[in-house]
Nanobody, 125 residues
Framework: QVQLVESGGGLVQAGGSLRLSCAAS????????MGWFRRAPGKEREFVAA????????LYADSVKGRFTISRDNAKNTIYLQMNSLKPDDTAVYYC??????????????????WGQGTQVTVSS
């Protein structure tokens, strides 16, 4: 079972940047497509971004396209979410997720098999 631990959240002013990290415990990390999701107060969890096993393919929600960048370093068993031009609407708990797949190109918004505990991102206006 993959254990995922997010870090890098915090408080930032609108227009600022943050980089989230998600470290995975599984040595077969490169067999997992990965994703970022978020849940804002009073709202359902929503898809943010996804990346294929080798990092060659990515997918973004329209709301973050052009502002957020997902990446991964398989040597470090870690994925990242670089968030620029942050808006108050980006305030949420951010979760990373893992999806075991045999496809090296697959990148999807779901479903995912394993989830981290989340990291809080708060954007002030």
């Amino acid at each position: 079972q993959v254990q995922l631990v997010e870090s890098g959240g915090g408080l930032v002013q609108a227009g600022g940047s943050l980089r989230l990290s998600c470290a995975a415990s599984d040595r077969t990390f490169s067999n997992y497509a990965m994703g970022w999701f978020r849940r804002a107060p009073g709202k359902e969890r929503e898809f943010v971004a996804a990346i294929s096993r080798r990092g060659g393919n990515t997918l973004y929600a329209d709301s973050v396209k052009g502002r957020f960048t997902i990446s991964r370093d398989n040597a470090k068993n870690t994925i990242y979410l670089q968030m620029n031009s942050l808006k108050p609407d980006d305030t949420a708990v951010y979760y990373c997720a893992a999806r075991w797949t045999t496809s090296v190109v697959s990148v999807v918004a779901g479903p995912y098999d394993y989830w981290g505990q989340g990291t809080q991102v708060t954007v002030s206006s």
